[in-house]
């Protein structure tokens, strides 16, 4: 388990809390129509913390090839028709270059300041020389408007309960996912980021915006800066 996170519920739990059988039934949003309109045709992506597929899947079907990643077999075992590897994301080397590099799931807010770094290495070490760096954030109120919560019309209900700063400008959130069946927590650490702040960390990468996707600014489509 990685420090600071923590997971509890049903089923197996990655090493940064995730349940493998939670992330199986969450459905999926308007992001593979977000990511899919945001590169060509037929783009070959690597998908960096690829868990169950929830994103894979509808991008295969979108015609997109991908190659996906999660450092958990348990995750990689629910992915089907893509080209799936096991391994933690900033250490990744593969040698290849790809259209598209999906770093999702707010993982640019890591809260250890070297992993974040480590990521953004990995996306740019994997991008080809026209490619994009599409970027999922975290939403500006996510660490302000708790506790809060939503109903899903699936029938779930998930809670962000608290976000509680633990130093260093690092929070620890915890979000629970209360099924009529099950119930399951998660424990992990995040770094909020402002705007200004997201696109410093990008450029010490040696990214840039090349333009942010959605009106809330939480998808972002980055380029190799320069």
Do not use: K
């Given at each position: 388990m990685r420090e600071g996170h923590q997971g509890t519920g049903p089923g197996a739990i990655t090493p940064d809390g995730c349940a493998?059988?939670?992330?199986?039934?969450?459905?999926?949003?308007?992001?593979?129509?977000?990511?899919a309109g945001a590169v060509l045709a037929g783009a070959h992506i690597l998908e960096l913390g690829c868990g169950v597929g929830r994103m894979t899947h509808p991008l295969l079907e979108r015609g997109c090839d991908i190659t996906a990643v999660d450092e958990s077999p348990e995750m990689l075992e629910r992915v089907r028709g893509?080209?799936?590897?096991?391994?933690?994301?900033?250490?990744?080397?593969?040698?290849?270059?790809?259209?598209?590099?999906?770093?999702?799931s707010f993982l640019v807010h890591a809260g250890d300041v070297e992993v974040r770094?480590?990521?953004?290495?990995?996306?740019?070490?994997?991008?080809?020389?026209d490619g994009c760096v599409l970027i999922q954030r975290e939403g500006e109120e996510y660490?302000?408007?708790?506790?809060?919560?939503?109903?899903?019309p699936t029938g779930f209900t998930v809670r962000i309960v608290s976000s509680?700063?633990?130093?260093?400008?690092?929070?620890?959130v915890r979000a629970e996912y209360e099924f009529p069946d099950a119930t399951w927590t998660q424990t992990f650490r995040a770094r909020p980021l402002t705007k200004e702040e997201f696109e410093d960390a990008l450029a010490e990468a040696g990214l840039?915006?090349?333009?942010?996707?959605?009106?809330?600014?939480?998808?972002?489509r980055a380029v190799a800066a320069g």
């Open positions: 493998v059988e939670l992330y199986s039934r969450l459905p999926v949003g308007t992001e593979p129509d977000i990511i893509a080209r799936t590897i096991c391994s933690p994301i900033e250490t990744l080397d593969l040698g290849e270059r790809f259209d598209a590099v999906l770093l999702a770094r480590g990521l953004l290495r990995t996306c740019v070490r994997h991008l080809a020389d660490h302000t408007d708790v506790p809060r919560e939503r109903v899903d509680q700063p633990v130093g260093d400008g690092t929070n620890t840039r915006v090349d333009e942010y996707l959605t009106d809330d600014r939480i998808w972002v």
